[in-house]
């Protein structure tokens, strides 16, 4: 039997072709089990770590920031314990804090409005199989929690975006279930006057955790995290809206936002809407998985800040002291400066585990300067964040492992309040 040229080619090429396929599961196979996957931080301890059998290749990308450097090890082979300031904790006053009454449940990935000396508390895990469908509510010159109220049943668990115009609390999508289930487009409203429930119409597609305000008399919803809970979504849309009723019937494509993902805080402030922080990539759930198994995934967290103005053009404003993500609720304004407490930043360069925040941010409106103002009683992510009568309050989201472990472990549903003083 005499081969033709052309067949011996095409041979070699598919040799070729299996060679470099295994090279690539090869690859795949040492990345999978890399500890940017085996280390499982969400909800710790209740997700093992598991995500071998995960066939999902997320490109690794590198930390933009160039002071990410590996901690120095000593000529005795020790581990430097000073991290750069990325991973670190940043000198920060102290600030005297006091403990006042827990919230009825332990709550992450939750959200909270405040109206006047009201702080609405809705949803989140309580464990990573258990979700809540409740509101609750602290009233800050009582300093108590007040009665609870439910949720419709088809509003989302967890990853919400919410905003208020002082009565109407809007609700828009977000993750529906517990573990790391898909999202939901469905919108609500709430009538804190008579605590009744209204539908929006839903989004042109579900998000998780999105960027959301009231600017000029619309809803804007951009950014967050696609369908599959990790992709970055750019796509900006905006509903008009007055009293808690939509005057339109359809979503309205707006801007792109310039860098998607879920987590950020979003503020309205002097007639500018300002997204600040967040991150790219987030846990999703294992392929195949009948419960939707959370699996960890590589996460970017930043320190941008992007602000749109008449221009409807998006304009970089100076960068937090370190990358912060899980910080949507976790602001307030006070004295037109932005407060911003705690939250997560880039993982640990070796241990590859998430890093919990523990400073509170201040972001001085009248001079675009940002600062550290303080310390939190510990590290803590997805807090929920309130402020009345000179003191700043903070409530729910997971905490730290211990003063020495900035890597995330109990949910919590502490609430404290520090006095705040800003200084000019
Ligand atoms: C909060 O509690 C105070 C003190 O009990 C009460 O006077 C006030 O009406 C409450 N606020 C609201 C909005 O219910
Ligand atoms: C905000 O400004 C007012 C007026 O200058 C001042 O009395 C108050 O203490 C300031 N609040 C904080 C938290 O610094």
Redo the contacts with the bound molecule.
């Keep these: 039997m005499v081969r033709s040229p052309g067949k011996q080619k095409s041979t070699k090429l598919v040799i070729l072709c299996v060679v470099l396929l295994g090279f690539g599961l090869i690859a795949d196979y040492l990345w999978a089990s890399s500890p940017h996957f085996a280390s499982s931080s969400y909800l710790t301890n209740w997700v093992p770590a598991d995500n071998s059998q995960s066939n999902v290749i997320i490109p690794k990308q590198e930390p933009h920031h160039a002071d990410t450097k590996p901690p120095k090890i000593k000529a005795d082979g020790v581990h430097d314990r000073t991290l750069s300031a990325t991973f670190a904790d940043l000198p920060a006053p102290e600030l005297k804090w006091e403990k006042m009454a827990n919230a009825p449940v332990p709550r992450l990935d939750g959200a909270a409005i405040q109206?006047?000396?009201?702080l609405y508390v809705f949803a989140g895990y309580g464990t990573i199989d258990l979700v809540h469908s409740h509101v609750d509510i602290y009233?800050?010159?009582?300093n108590?929690w007040?009665r609870r109220f439910d949720m419709p049943k088809e509003m989302a668990h967890s990853h919400l975006g919410m905003v208020t115009d002082g009565r109407y609390i809007y609700v828009v999508t977000g993750q529906y279930g517990p573990q790391c289930r898909g999202p939901t487009a469905r919108n609500f409203v709430l009538d804190t006057k008579t605590k009744q429930w209204r539908d929006l119409p839903p989004l042109p597609v579900p998000r998780y955790a999105p960027a959301t305000q009231l600017w000029r008399g619309r809803l804007h919803v951009m950014g967050g995290s696609k369908e599959n809970r990790h992709t970055p979504a750019l796509e900006h849309w905006s509903l008009a809206v007055k009293d808690g009723k939509a005057l339109e019937k359809e979503w309205r494509p707006e801007i792109p936002i310039p860098r998607g993902g879920p987590h950020r805080a979003c503020v309205v402030v002097s007639d500018r809407l300002l997204i600040i922080g967040g991150q790219e990539g987030d846990f999703m759930a294992k392929p195949g998985s009948p419960i939707f198994k959370c699996s960890r995934r590589n996460e970017i967290v930043y320190d941008e800040v992007h602000m749109l103005d008449d221009e409807m053009k998006w304009k970089p404003l100076p960068p937090m002291p370190k990358p912060d993500s899980h910080i949507e609720f976790a602001w307030a304004i006070v004295n037109n400066s932005i407060v911003i407490a705690g939250g997560t930043t880039e993982k640990h360069p070796t241990t590859k585990k998430m890093v919990l925040v523990g400073e509170v941010f201040r972001f001085n409106l009248d001079t675009l300067t940002w600062s550290v103002i303080g310390k939190l009683p510990y590290r803590v992510k997805t807090t929920l964040v309130g402020f009345w009568n000179g003191w700043l309050y903070f409530t729910s989201g997971q905490r730290d492992r211990g003063p020495d472990d900035p890597a995330p472990k109990k949910v919590i549903a502490d609430m404290w309040r520090t006095k705040l003083r800003l200084n000019s």
Excluded: M, P
Aim: charged letters at 20%; a neutral charge; hydrophobic letters at 40%.
């Design positions: 109206i006047k000396d009201l009233n800050f010159t009582a108590t007040g």
